[in-house]
């Protein structure tokens, strides 16, 4: 099945500063990958998502990554601002009919004022 | 507020006992999953529904059981309840497989 691995496990950035978080996942029929934000206590929620079909999609400050090749996805977050701190989460699944969407093990994100 | 809700908030009970956590989908979602998250697993896809049907099946213990009924609204059900099965529990739901949109969660605590 799938296994999905996430580094880091902790990051700390200053205001306005960038994150990076990484994500590789072992099933090459894996074509769905989204990342969730959650705070404490709170549900997961959606920020982004990106199929195989693109190697780059940008929302705003966020932006994901997909190279199907090396079967490695990373989320970036510019301009962070301390709100953006939660645990995030990165998943991949081959969706449609069989959809066992794996998680990563998730990177807590700070970003000090 | 993403829709989809779970009952109860919370939950506390005692080993060997019997629960059933409550989930009802985003309006027009015919899927429903259901997730484990404890401190030291992250979140682990349980099992899929689709339109009433089994579509997927994860790490799902064979204590635990879940339906989903024709108005669409899923129940989890645990069973023989060990100490170690103390977690978050998520319904999740989207209109096919994606994307999902996750409930505010049930927390099970077992003593």
């Known amino acids: 099945g799938e296994n999905v691995e996430q580094h880091p496990s902790t990051l700390s950035v200053q205001e306005g500063d960038s994150a990076v978080i990484k994500c590789t996942y072992s099933d090459s029929a894996s074509n769905y990958f989204p990342w969730y934000k959650q705070e404490l206590g709170k549900r997961p929620q959606l920020i982004i998502d990106?199929?195989?079909?693109?190697g780059e999609k940008k929302d705003q400050r966020i932006a994901v990554t997909l190279n199907k090749t090396a079967k490695h996805f990373s989320l970036h977050i510019t301009e962070t601002q301390p709100e953006d701190s939660a645990v995030y989460f990165c998943?991949?699944?081959?969706?449609?009919?069989?959809?066992?969407?794996?998680f990563g093990a998730g990177t807590r994100l700070t970003v000090k004022p | 507020d993403s829709g989809v809700t779970q009952t109860p908030k919370h939950l506390i009970t005692a080993t060997g006992q019997r629960v059933t956590l409550r989930c009802s989908p985003r309006s027009g979602d015919l899927s429903v999953y259901w997730y484990q998250q404890s401190l030291d697993q992250g979140l682990q896809f349980l099992i899929q529904y689709y339109n009433g049907e089994e579509r997927a099946k994860g790490n799902i213990l064979e204590r635990f059981s879940a339906q989903q009924f024709p108005d669409l609204h899923s129940e989890l059900n645990l069973s023989s309840l060990e100490l170690g099965d103390s977690a978050l529990y998520f319904c999740a739901s989207s209109v096919h497989d994606y994307p999902q949109y996750f409930g505010p969660g049930t927390r099970l605590t077992v003593l």
């Open positions: 990106i199929r195989s079909n693109v």
């Open positions: 998943a991949a699944s081959r969706g449609y009919n069989n959809n066992d969407m794996r």
